[in-house]
């Protein structure tokens, strides 16, 4: 037994909104079995917008029952049929969310007539019901309104059986089919193609523009993962209407599709990504000289304009650091913005400033070793490459860290051996970094060191 369904609500999404309309119609696949139609008071008021598209305004549900009055009869309607509906995730979402309130479990296989439209009728230009009806000549006489539009999905669902919807609906309806979950727009052969490989995944909207990026180790299990539960919250509701198309990249590890992930969503900016948009590095330390000629390190928030010696994403981190640097390299804590009062400079006290605060240390002396701890500081960055499985058995991954910072990643066939880090980078791609993604890297070298390879700037061979 099929049923038939069509609801109106007062808004999009069921988390935050109730239905006014109900209309289910049991369906045998030969004929109509049996129909239930009411309107439900939502127990709010109705949006005047909604008012203006169905003609239900709040008058008109005043003395309608509310839906837990009639949640046992809708309950019993539809717990051991199939659920049909014209987009049928979002009639389910809402029927679900309001039994549940009323402590009725809903769990049935679902046929979408928008999916089978497109299978039985390729030809339609658009699969809405006002113009795949309009396509097929079925009328639709009260439209916007349960009774009036669940009609019009009873005879376009006895027409998909007419034109040889059969196969395609018993093939929904297999267990492992998940046609039953998929946003309505999304073509169920998108799907099947995703490699069950490392990667990054693209949701599109209408017009192709990238909505969402994610990164996974199994890229079809992942994406599928995204359509396992239907929450009735605004955000996934929407989220799942606007997706019509996937793309993907795979990669070699799951660790380059973590770091392939920060780039695609800081370089798109998709609507729908949350994390990973506003991660910046925070802090930098720079050089400047003053009026005196002194070269002053300092820690300031990133700049633009200004490329730092190194970057940190936490203060301390800078602070740890640049008194280190002032520990060992003999400079002066005022200089360097560590001692910001007017005592004695601590570096006095302690006999490691040699006066350059009290200009008792020429500025040429001085800034000699501001640049020695500089390069010391750089030199001592770790360069290296981590090598791991590549996309297919005929090559290898490499991510290249150098003098701390990622320079790209990429792939190299197995049958070439490279030596010189230069000639390396002809097969890899540069990408921006931060310290999340330098994190990671870290991170994973740690673990892996087998994979790892280091070298020494200057040195030519890996």
Not at 48 to 73: K, W
Not at 201 to 207: L, N, S, T
Not at 226 to 243: A, M, T, Y
């Amino acid at each position: 037994m099929y049923a038939i369904v069509d609801i109106e609500t007062t808004g999009g999404y069921a988390a935050n909104n109730a239905i006014t309309e109900v209309a289910i119609v049991l369906h045998d696949g030969n004929r109509e079995v049996k129909r239930y139609e009411t309107l439900v008071n939502p127990g709010r008021t109705i949006p005047r917008y909604v008012q203006a598209l169905t003609g239900i305004d709040d008058a008109l549900v005043e003395d309608a029952p509310y839906f837990d009055e009639i949640a046992p009869v809708i309950h019993e309607w539809l717990a051991n049929a199939v659920f049909v509906a014209h987009n049928v995730n979002f009639d389910y979402s809402f029927l679900k969310h309001q039994l549940k309130a009323c402590g009725l479990d809903l769990d049935c296989k679902k046929l979408c007539t928008v999916r089978l439209s497109r299978k039985v009728f390729p030809g339609a230009a658009s699969f809405s019901l006002g113009n795949i009806c309009r396509h097929l000549d079925i009328p639709i006489p009260n439209r916007h309104r349960a009774g009036g539009d669940v009609d019009a999905t009873v005879l376009l669902f006895e027409r998909i059986l007419q034109a040889g919807g059969l196969d395609h609906m018993n093939s929904m309806l297999k267990g492992k089919s998940r046609e039953q979950y998929l946003p309505v727009h999304l073509p169920a052969e998108q799907l099947a193609r995703l490699p069950q490989s490392p990667g990054v995944y693209y949701f599109h909207d209408q017009k192709g523009k990238v909505i969402y990026v994610g990164k996974a180790k199994n890229l079809r299990h992942r994406v599928v993962s995204h359509f396992s539960n239907n929450k009735p919250g605004r955000q996934k509701q929407d989220f799942l209407r606007n997706i019509y198309s996937i793309s993907h990249e795979t990669t070699g590890t799951e660790l380059m599709a973590f770091l392939l992930e920060c780039v695609e969503i800081r370089r798109l900016w998709p609507a729908y990504n949350r994390s990973l948009k506003r991660f910046e590095t925070t802090y930098g330390l720079y050089v400047y000289e003053d009026r005196n000629g002194y070269s002053r390190l300092i820690l300031e928030k990133r700049k633009k304009q200004l490329q730092p010696i190194y970057t940190f994403c936490m203060l301390i981190e800078g602070q740890t650091l640049l008194r280190r640097l002032v520990r060992e390299w003999s400079l002066c804590p005022k200089l360097c913005f560590i001692q910001t009062d007017h005592d004695l400079c601590e570096g006095r006290r302690e006999n490691t400033c040699q006066g350059a605060c009290e200009q008792l240390e020429p500025p040429e002396k001085y800034n000699e070793r501001v640049t020695a701890a500089i390069t010391a500081l750089i030199n001592g960055l770790p360069s290296f490459t981590l090598m791991d499985e590549g996309r297919h058995e005929e090559e290898k991954s490499c991510i290249l860290i150098e003098q701390g910072r990622l320079y790209g990643m990429g792939y190299i066939p197995l049958d070439i051996q490279l030596s010189d880090p230069a000639e390396l980078k002809n097969y890899l791609t540069p990408y921006p970094e931060n310290d999340y993604m330098r994190g990671l890297i870290y991170q994973y070298a740690e673990q892996w060191p087998s994979k790892r390879s280091s070298w020494q700037p200057g040195v030519t061979r890996l």
